[in-house]
């Protein structure tokens, strides 16, 4: 573990930033800004109403390790109101971005959104104003939900990385700060007490690859966590800046070096902050790890506290997040053959596939 630079003697819970960080910055948000006014036009483009949308991976944001000439597909999730009467609207005007599915209606479709996987319904390979998307669409509820909840993880975790809003909706602003600040707590559970910004951004990022099948059978670039902060190092400072000085129990100890409260009080406290869904699979793991946690509503805080006592805790927490996210990642990839089309599915994957090869 590197130690802090002791040259720093004045603790700042703001991470500053690097003058080159800085320009790398502004680069990004300049760059952000043109992706924004394209991606405008092919929301636009489609002619249905979307209350809230955003772009998210390498096709918005560039990753280590992919050079210039790579053109990935841009990654897009819409929130909308009523599904089933949002893919009436969207069959009826650009019916050729469905698979069979769309031969089947409407019903079909949101049923299919709604019932399985994480309840997003992805429309892949869809040309629109010259640029290929990949959009994904999700009821309000069922995102907001697990934004606070982490029901599933599959758009909460992906929303813990850089993304860029195309739509605003006033009650995301919110749900998405407690998503990001549910993300540095459980990540906080998984580290020493003191680390780097960088080991704390790449805990974050990885929370959504926990127990992903698609990290395992090479559907995933194994060192695609480490690409994503290290290209976007930048952009993870000025998205969780605000949170890590909020935070009364975690601070800046020096040019990028953060410590932690290791106190049992402290991380107990913390710990019960954490989403319903967190803390229960937490003490499922617990349990099979063989610490005694007494059932009940009441034995929170003495759980909480038995919890945070034990020395791999951090391997618990890693296996309660494995536990949330393993089963939608599957069940969500399964439902792709439904909405993509087996074809689709398959040029998918080999693209998924080529675009790791390539970089190894």
């Known amino acids: 573990m590197p130690q802090p630079n002791t040259a720093f003697k004045a603790i700042d819970k703001i991470a500053h930033l690097s003058e080159a960080e800085e320009t790398r910055l502004d680069e990004m948000r300049a760059s952000q800004t043109q992706m924004r006014g394209v991606l405008e036009k092919v929301l636009r483009k489609l002619g249905v109403p979307i209350r809230y949308a955003f772009a998210y991976g390498s096709g918005v944001y560039k990753q280590a390790g992919y050079g210039t000439e790579s053109k990935p597909m841009v990654d897009l999730i819409f929130g909308v109101s009523h599904a089933d009467h949002w893919h009436a609207l969207n069959i009826a005007r650009n019916r050729k971005h469905y698979s069979f599915m769309g ?88 580290l020493p ?47 969780y800046g605000s949170i890590i000085e909020g935070l009364p129990n975690l601070e800046y100890i020096g040019e990028d070096f953060l410590q932690q409260d290791m106190s049992p009080q402290a991380r107990a406290a913390m710990l019960r902050k954490m989403p319903n869904n967190f803390y229960d699979r937490l003490v499922r793991q617990g349990r099979k790890a063989g610490i005694r946690l007494p059932p009940g509503l009441g034995a929170e805080q003495v759980n909480s506290e038995k919890l945070v006592a034990v020395d791999n805790i951090g391997h618990i927490a890693n296996k309660a997040v494995e536990s949330i996210v393993a089963r939608p990642a599957l069940t969500q990839s399964i439902k792709g053959i439904l909405s993509s089309g087996i074809s689709k599915s398959i040029s998918y994957m080999y693209a998924k596939n080529s675009k790791y090869r390539s970089k190894n």
């Open 103 to 190: 031969t089947l209606g409407a019903n079909a479709v949101a049923f299919v959104q709604d019932r399985m996987g994480a309840g997003v319904y992805y429309n892949p390979f869809v040309e629109v104003d010259g640029v290929m998307v990949k959009y994904g669409v999700v009821s309000m509820d069922t995102l907001s939900s697990d934004l606070l909840n982490w029901d599933s993880l599959y758009l909460a975790g992906r929303m813990h990385k850089p993304t860029l809003t195309l739509r605003r909706d006033p009650l995301m602003r919110i749900t998405k700060q407690v998503n990001l600040t549910h993300a540095v707590r459980a990540s906080l559970l998984m």
């Open 193 to 239: 007490k003191n680390f780097t910004a960088q080991q704390l951004f790449q805990t974050i990022a990885a929370l959504s690859f926990a127990g992903d099948f698609r990290m395992k059978v090479g559907g995933e670039n194994p060192r695609k966590v480490h690409n994503i902060v290290e290209a976007q190092m930048p952009l993870f400072k000025s998205r």
